[in-house]
């Protein structure tokens, strides 16, 4: 029974005196207070491991732990040794790598209609592999956006990884599989395509990336190369992480 009921049932008590009620009073508007602003679902971490944490909006960084639930806002790092999957309402999957710094900037699902479902999200640093959910595959690529340093990428129900360099063209750990394009002078972000395709916007070029391919982006770069897959570094996730990506 909810605050709303339990007020109207008291009311009706006739057991219950005026003074007593008073008492009773700033308790219930209290719990009508906390449910008007609970902060919705949205996702939740299913796989933790090493070094996670969440910062959530206005308040204290934590440690993260698995079965936590995200909110809008939250910002989440992982470690050296961390990683993190992340699945959202519409089951939307994202594995952390790590050194990565990710926050969910706006989202909102609703399972009832596919009127203002929206993905808002940005990698600040590191990298990550998404595998798109309901939103991802409403097909409309202004629904579902991940905000890199060099690019808007919007997705079209489909599979991918972005993995930036911060110019030493260090990508050699384990959750990154090698290609032939892994160094570079200055910093840069690799995209590559598993499944689907997605809309890469860098401000000054606009290019659809297919399945197969990926391309590298670079500070300031107003071209785009499109590259097989097979030359770029990919984001692949641990053998324990990978059964929370399926």
């Avoid at 508007?29 to 959530?56: M, N, R, W």
Wanted: some cysteine; aromatic content about 6%; overall charge neutral.
């Amino acid at each position: 029974m909810n605050a709303y009921h339990f007020m109207r049932r008291t009311l009706r008590r006739p057991s219950v005196r005026p003074m007593q009620f008073m008492r009773l009073l700033p308790l219930m508007l209290l719990s009508l207070c906390s449910v008007a602003h609970a902060v919705p679902k949205i996702g939740e971490l299913t796989y933790v491991h090493g070094d996670v944490f969440v910062q959530p909006t206005g308040a204290a960084r934590h440690a993260a732990v698995q079965g936590a639930e995200l909110a809008n806002g939250d910002t989440i790092q992982t470690g050296s040794n961390g990683e993190a999957v992340l699945e959202f309402a519409d089951h939307q999957k994202t594995y952390l790598k790590n050194r990565t710094l990710y926050r969910i900037d706006d989202y909102h699902f609703s399972p009832d209609t596919a009127v203002g479902n929206h993905s808002m999200t940005s990698l600040l640093k590191g990298g990550l592999r998404a595998i798109s959910g309901l939103i991802g595959h409403q097909g409309d690529p202004n629904a579902y956006q991940l905000k890199t340093q060099s690019a808007t990428i919007g997705i079209r129900g489909t599979e991918w990884s972005v993995l930036d360099s911060d110019g030493t063209g260090d990508t050699s750990d384990s959750t990154t599989t090698r290609g032939s394009h892994n160094f570079s002078p200055v910093p840069q972000e690799s995209i590559v395509v598993l499944r689907g395709a997605i809309d890469v916007n860098t401000g000054t070029y606009h290019d659809l990336i297919t399945a197969g391919s990926g391309t590298i982006l670079r500070p300031k770069q107003s071209w785009m190369l499109i590259l097989p897959a097979s030359e770029l570094p990919v984001v692949t996730p641990s053998a324990a992480a990978a059964p929370s990506c399926q």
